[in-house]
């Protein structure tokens, strides 16, 4: 959606657009636009134009957002950008398969290759342990240092031209598996061969994109978040059926409310992106304390229906409800005031 206005006098001319009332910060152009419409955006908008002689204010426009139609739109890919370091600060995504029938994935754990992409500091020697958690237990159930030595290094190979996943360099010290998991809670820790820490990727690939039986559900990734290459970034890629609701969260606080972890990002922010063909990225929504955005109940509500554990009222962890069409997306989590670090846990949910 664009909001223009138009003025006749002398110029130049400034614009201020307000919603509900509220001056919306950086909107002070002729044109006001929302990339992506969402709930959240419904709501009374006006403009005030002035020139160095005076103002004139707008009549407001309402502006209506209709509920998201249901679709079978499914999560292809789910990828995440982090620092891997040691202990509690090593990176785990985890992620849900649902439904009876089993799911092939492709899962790697992707460091020296991002070098050649112009990341610094990458993970030289990144090892790849996939677990499942059943009840109160968690176990390993493979482990993969290079990708190289995996006995099916040929149905990877086809696999990731298959799924769009960029070559790893021949040799490298990136790590992969090609496996199929039944339904059930997963989650895959990324850490240094010897000990050693860096930047890397983790990606999780549905290899059986034929199959609607079995979904990802869902990817949360626990890490440490810093500034610059240091910020977490997740991310999926929404298929071409329709459009897919989704619960995202980057959690801070609450993470050590309910893990008793040490050292969490005191003030996450959240920013989704949308990758564009050419590469550039248009943001699409951003947030930064869960219960200011007026839809926080719905927020609140649909966390609950899905099972995700609840967040404080009025903390500083940052979360809403996302419709997004068909394409590749991100999820920036890094410290609202820019400079803060931590550790925080980035969530992206499915919402049926």
Do not use: C
Not at 59 to 70: C, F, K, M, N, R
């Amino acid at each position: 959606m664009t909001l223009s206005v138009g003025a006749e006098d002398a110029g130049p001319f400034t614009s201020q657009w307000f919603k509900d009332g509220v001056a919306i910060a950086g909107a002070s152009s002729a044109d006001f636009a929302l990339p992506s419409v969402q709930l959240s955006h419904a709501g009374t908008y006006s403009v005030t134009t002035s020139n160095p002689f005076g103002g004139a204010a707008s009549d407001p426009a309402t502006l209506v957002v209709g509920q998201p139609e249901p679709s079978g739109a499914r999560l292809l890919n789910l990828s995440t950008r982090a620092v891997s370091f040691t202990g509690d600060n090593v990176l785990i995504p985890g992620f849900v398969i649902n439904d009876t029938t089993g799911k092939k994935l492709l899962i790697r754990v992707v460091g020296p290759t991002l070098g050649g992409f112009g990341v610094n500091g990458v993970l030289d020697d990144p090892m790849l342990t996939l677990k499942r958690t059943i009840g109160n237990t968690t176990f390993d159930i493979a482990t993969n240092d290079n990708w190289g030595s995996n006995p099916n290094v040929a149905d990877i190979l086809t696999t990731n031209a298959s799924v769009g996943a960029f070559e790893l360099d021949a040799g490298s010290g990136d790590a992969a598996l090609l496996t199929t998991l039944e339904p059930g809670q997963y989650s895959v820790v990324a850490q240094g061969a010897d000990g050693g820490t860096g930047v890397a990727i983790v990606e999780l690939y549905d290899a059986d994109a034929g199959s609607v039986n079995a979904r990802l559900v869902n990817i949360s990734t626990r890490g440490f978040a810093g500034t610059g290459d240091q910020v977490m970034i997740p991310g999926f890629i929404v298929s071409a059926e329709g459009p897919r609701t989704l619960l995202v969260r980057a959690v801070g606080p609450a993470v050590g409310r309910f893990w008793n972890f040490g050292g969490v990002m005191s003030d996450p922010k959240l920013i989704v992106n949308r990758t564009e063909p050419n590469g550039g990225n248009t943001p699409i929504l951003t947030q930064d304390n869960w219960g200011d955005i007026s839809t926080a109940v719905q927020t609140a509500q649909v966390a609950e229906q899905i099972g995700a554990f609840p967040l404080a009222a009025g903390g500083r962890d940052a979360a809403f409800v996302i419709t997004l069409p068909p394409g590749v997306y991100t999820v920036v989590g890094s410290s609202a005031d820019g400079v803060g670090t931590g550790i925080v846990l980035v969530e992206v949910y499915i919402v049926d």
